[in-house]
């Protein structure tokens, strides 16, 4: 359990996890899921090579916090985004929303 | 480290959580990805990102597990249970998934897995020369407020800036029509 192996591949299983529900799901919430999975693993990774490579271990911790805030401003967007798409379109699926202006 | 690995108990009770944590990390990515159901899928995502603020304690570093469990399941994963309930999509019939998509989707992930995994294990990663032994809260506010605080300013822009055109952007809906 103690080396930068392990939680490396901890990330690339999250990431390709993360990878498949956005391929997969064709409601916009899964895909938004997907997207924060995949944004964990990089944090993982910050967090991994933080603990056992960096020479400052702080720096990795700011980055890991920095990408936390990212997301929140992000999913903010994002689900506001999904909340006016369901009332034009009455569904989250992204195959219904095909006009780009009504 | 030396004394923790001789002595028998401590070692075996941190692999215990270890396993414990990586195991409900995975089992909530799976749930987070696969069933159909969405709200099942956001409960999946909190199993899965409290799962990942264990593994940040295995890092060494409380402070940013405990920011993880508010930023992303006390906000975030909140913020995705109000929109589920705002939209209602889970009154919605769902369409069957196509075979031909998943399929794409699975190679796609197979693919990536494969890809990173030779990036990831072919690569020698070697530590820094000289490393600090400063894990501190204080020494990690001490440089949001001086080396990094252009970022930390400006990523609070961002976040008021996202805030501000959520509510514009929810806040048209009933006016679209009507133009």
């Known amino acids: 359990m103690n080396s930068l192996y392990t939680y490396l591949f901890i990330a690339i299983l999250l990431f390709t996890l993360g990878i498949v529900a956005v391929f997969l799901r064709r409601s916009l919430i899964g895909m938004l899921i997907g997207i924060e999975l995949m944004l964990n693993a990089a944090n993982i990774n910050f967090m991994a090579f933080n603990r056992y490579l960096a020479p400052d271990p702080l720096i990795g911790q700011i980055y890991t916090v920095f990408i936390m805030g990212i997301a929140a401003a992000e999913a903010a967007i994002a689900l506001s985004i999904i909340i006016a798409v369901f009332h034009k379109f009455h569904s989250i699926d992204v195959e219904q929303a095909r006009e780009l202006r009504g | ?179």
């Open chain 2, 1 to 179: 480290m030396n004394t923790l690995q001789s002595l028998v108990h401590p070692h075996l009770i941190a692999q215990i959580g270890f396993a414990f944590v990586v195991t409900l990390s995975f089992a909530g990515a799976l749930i987070a990805v696969l069933p159909r159901n969405i709200l099942h899928n956001v409960l999946g995502l909190i199993l899965c990102l409290t799962g990942v603020a264990g593994l940040f304690l295995y890092l060494g570093s409380p402070f940013i597990a405990l920011m993880e469990l508010l930023i992303y399941v006390g906000a975030i994963c909140i913020s995705m249970v109000f929109a589920i309930m705002l939209s209602r999509p889970l009154h919605l019939s769902l369409p069957a998934r196509r075979p031909r998509k998943v399929v794409l989707a699975l190679a796609v992930g197979a693919g990536v897995f494969i890809m990173l995994n030779a990036l990831v294990f072919r690569t020698g990663w070697h530590p820094a020369a000289t490393r600090g032994a400063d894990w501190s809260i204080a020494g990690l506010g001490g440089y949001l407020l001086t080396r990094y605080e252009l970022v930390f300013e400006v990523i609070s822009l961002l976040l008021l800036v996202s805030i501000l055109g959520a509510i514009i952007i929810t806040g048209h809906i009933g006016r679209r029509p009507n133009e």
